[in-house]
């Protein structure tokens, strides 16, 4: 019998259908895959499952009986433990409190017990292997990626019958994502359901034993892992099949150097980088997570201060703000790491949110022309082809993928022609990757000069010129486009690690 049964599953929001007659079966004792494009249904379908959402038309069973209690809470009594890659977790509050709200142990006089609090969460860190976050810290001084570890160990907490992990990896190092597969085969094998949302099909490989694809809302089909093979899993996935995920690599840059950077340094993130950037290169960034890949970019958009000195087109500059970023010469933008927190207004239209950033050239007299508004926001929509039903739907109820591209449609409206690429790929569909790197490499050839960072270390050796391997704040290598590999940037990554 299976553990867990969707049938008919139909959700609507207005006249966006997200799931259509969707149906899915996943038994005890299995890591079962779910995937699909940005926009498939996969975030609806589990957001249904958790009891964030209700579904129109259908029933999920449980054991066989249909669960009629809603809402997080009869969700997670009932076994079922979600670990959302856009995270959950309360920002003023401690690593112990986060994981345990709304559990936590009292005293007598029914105060929360801090002492007792951050006992039982070393105890389920130590249970879990989970090194170097302390259970006081507050979750806001943590990294995307810590923050990310907090996360899982939340959803652990409760020993769930069936965990939900979606994108639980996009913002892990590779030692943490061993770690983590190694959680969802161990939990597997002793009786429970993994539900594991990736696109990251290598990850796929390693520890699904099925794997079901959705396509436009609805079950396109379900195979054994070892009996499928990737370009049928894709596609199944885009109801096309994908030429190529990387695009041909031709050398566009010149000798005009678009941004030097001389000592650059950020507290003890960053030790004097000493770099240049070319018109018409990427240059990649490649390094272990906490090694000063972030403060780099956010002292470059200028929201962090740094010292050591920028050239901007051969011109001294002093970036002082973002705002100050943007208005250097041609300018540098930034697309940030976390796109819902740093890059979007969730409750504003897609319309407001692609000319946030460049407003002082849309207005005329302190009024905006929206005709030239208009024409910026369609312009955008159709280049990057966003999936919206029109500009004035609200960038929240957007799909991961769509909400990227969205960011990126901001960085493209304003005159920067310096880019700063923070993980652009994370938790994006392999079509919207495909597109994301065409782009990339089109704009290079355009002239602009682009910085671009990735955790993925496949795509640092197929899409850029150059990396730069940090280690400690420092560079410990840079590498031509000739010996791009990913065993060489391992290699100085960890060749850096031991020098420092």
Not at 375 to 380: G, H, I, K, N, R
Not at 440 to 468: K, P
Not at 491 to 497: E, K, N, P, S
């Amino acid at each position: 019998m299976n553990l867990l049964e969707a049938r008919d599953i139909t959700k609507r929001f207005g006249g966006i259908v997200a799931l259509d007659g969707m149906h899915f079966a996943a038994k005890a004792g299995e890591v079962h895959a779910i995937l699909g494009e940005n926009g498939a249904g996969k975030s609806t379908f589990i957001q249904i499952l958790s009891g964030a959402l209700v579904a129109d038309r259908g029933k999920i069973m449980l054991r066989g009986k249909t669960v009629t209690a809603h809402g997080p809470g009869a969700a997670r009594r009932a076994g079922i433990a979600p670990v959302f890659q856009e995270l959950s977790l309360i920002s003023d509050l401690t690593v112990g409190e986060n994981i345990w709200f709304g559990d936590e142990a009292l005293t007598p006089l029914r105060m929360i017990s801090r002492r007792a609090l951050n006992a039982r969460t070393a105890a389920l860190f130590a249970e879990l292997g989970l090194d170097g976050i302390a259970p006081d810290r507050l979750v806001r001084s943590l990294s995307i990626g810590q923050q990310q570890l907090v996360e899982i160990a939340k959803g652990l907490a409760c020993d769930p019958d069936i965990l939900i992990l979606d994108e639980a990896t996009s913002a892990l190092v590779p030692h943490e994502v061993d770690w983590l597969l190694d959680i969802a085969r161990r939990r597997a094998d002793a009786g429970k359901l993994v539900l594991y949302i990736s696109h990251r099909m290598g990850e796929v490989r390693r520890v699904a034993d099925r794997i079901t694809v959705l396509r436009n809302g609805e079950t396109v089909g379900t195979a054994e892992t070892s009996a499928i093979g990737d370009d049928e899993i894709v596609a199944m996935m885009l109801g096309r099949r994908l030429n190529r995920l990387f695009p041909e690599r031709h050398a566009t840059a010149t000798d005009r150097t678009a941004l030097k950077a001389s000592g650059l340094s950020v507290g003890h993130q960053l030790k004097g980088m000493d770099f240049t950037l070319r018109e018409g290169e990427v240059l990649g960034v490649a390094g272990l997570q906490g090694h000063g890949q972030r403060e780099l970019f956010m002292a470059l958009a200028g929201a962090v201060r740094f010292g050591g000195s920028l050239e901007v087109w051969g011109r001294p500059v002093s970036i002082r703000s973002p705002r100050h970023a943007l208005s250097q010469g041609i300018g540098v933008a930034l697309l940030p790491e976390d796109r819902r927190h740093q890059g979007l207004l969730l409750a504003k239209p897609v319309r407001e949110n692609v000319v946030l950033a460049a407003l002082s050239r849309l207005t005329r007299f302190g009024l905006i022309d929206r005709q030239a508004e208009a024409d910026v926001v369609s312009e955008s929509v159709s280049r990057l082809q966003i999936k919206v039903g029109s500009p004035e739907q609200l960038a929240g109820t957007l799909s991961g993928g769509n909400q990227q591209k969205v960011v990126l449609a901001k960085l493209l409206a304003t005159d920067a022609r310096i880019l700063l690429f923070f993980d652009p790929t994370r938790g994006v569909d392999v079509g919207t990757k495909a597109e994301i790197f065409a782009m990339m490499r089109d704009l290079a050839a355009s002239g602009y000069a682009i910085l671009f960072y990735s955790t993925d270390i496949a795509e640092l050796v197929n899409v850029a010129d150059r990396v730069m391997v940090l280690s400690y704040g420092r560079i410990s290598a840079t590498l031509p486009a000739d010996q791009l590999s990913e065993d060489r940037i391992l290699r100085a990554t960890m060749i850096g690690q031991v020098a420092a």
